[in-house]
């Protein structure tokens, strides 16, 4: 496993972790927490934040008030009840794995801006990336949240406005019953312990989709998952001379960027998604 630490700004920073298992991952993301909580109560120190920017081994992982009823068949893939909230689900290589380990109480953030502030940076990152040259198809196709099942979504538009249509819509009108959704991209998962959060978010960017079939995907039976780059032509490495297509790297720094924002106050949250 290969660590490599860098300063975000003043109060953040980010390690990735490379072929990661999830165990020792989580047992030092645990162990840092409870570090800072300590610091914080023995001496009133405010430590830096920290995006842990993880590559795992493939894992099937059991939030804390799982059932495992969810799992719907026996692999040779481990699986792990760990103590996030959420139901059952799967990371691995291909899919990009953030853990957030913040401070909420420094920040001003509550339980419900953590997660409002994680599905917008996911949406923001998509719907960037799905607007770009190299997306299947850069119109009709949008990522949102849903208030009734966290995660980050993929829609399609059913039906194209006229002009009269627009004319008669109500101002700031979002369209969701247009559109059709397609599956889920993005899943997350957060444990808050005295004020400090960790875990965090799992986007799909490239990996094998496969794995998602011996599980009911966060406990929803039939959710179909997708990955971004069946959307969006994408490679493993950045070739910036030809400029073909994403890399998983550049993605990752997308997200990377507007996360640190968020944390800075730099992006201000949105309305709530629908219910």
């Known amino acids: 496993m290969q660590n490599t630490t860098q300063q975000l700004n003043d109060t953040l920073i980010s390690k990735s972790l490379t072929t990661a298992d999830y165990v020792p991952t989580l047992d030092a993301m645990l162990a840092r927490t409870l570090a800072r909580i300590d610091l914080k109560k023995q001496q009133g120190l405010r430590t830096?934040?920290?995006?842990?920017?993880?590559?795992?081994?493939?894992?099937?992982?059991?939030?804390?008030?799982?059932?495992?009823?969810?799992?719907?068949?026996?692999?040779?893939?481990?699986?792990?009840?760990?103590?996030?909230?959420?139901?059952?689900?799967?990371?691995?290589?291909?899919?990009?794995?953030?853990?957030?380990?913040?401070?909420?109480?420094?920040?001003?953030?509550?339980?419900r801006n953590l997660v409002s502030h994680a599905e917008q940076a996911i949406?923001?990152?998509?719907?960037?990336?799905?607007?770009?040259?190299?997306?299947?198809?850069?119109?009709?196709?949008?990522?949102?949240?849903?208030?009734?099942?966290p995660g980050v979504y993929l829609y399609a538009d059913t039906s194209v406005a006229d002009d009269s249509d627009d004319a008669n819509a109500p101002a700031n009108s979002t369209f969701l019953d247009d559109k059709i959704m397609l599956g889920k991209m993005a899943s997350l998962g957060f444990k808050i312990k005295h004020g400090f959060s960790y875990h965090g978010i799992a986007l799909n960017l490239n990996c094998d989709l496969s794995a998602f079939n011996a599980i009911n995907p966060c406990g929803y039976a039939g959710m179909q998952m997708l990955r971004l780059s069946d959307f969006v032509a994408m490679q493993k490495v950045s070739d910036e001379q030809t400029g073909e297509a994403l890399s998983y790297e550049q993605v990752t720094q997308k997200l990377i960027d507007n996360i640190a924002k968020r944390h800075a106050g730099l992006i201000e949250l949105r309305a709530l998604a629908p219910k």
């Open 48 to 111: 830096p934040d920290e995006l842990w920017i993880v590559d795992h081994n493939d894992v099937y992982t059991l939030g804390q008030a799982g059932k495992e009823k969810h799992i719907l068949q026996r692999t040779n893939t481990p699986i792990i009840k760990t103590d996030r909230g959420g139901q059952v689900t799967w990371h691995g290589h291909g899919q990009l794995v953030i853990y957030w380990l913040f401070d909420l109480n420094s920040l001003g953030w509550s339980v």
């Open 123 to 149: 949406e923001d990152v998509i719907n960037d990336c799905l607007q770009n040259p190299f997306s299947s198809d850069p119109t009709t196709i949008s990522a949102h949240a849903r208030r009734d099942a």
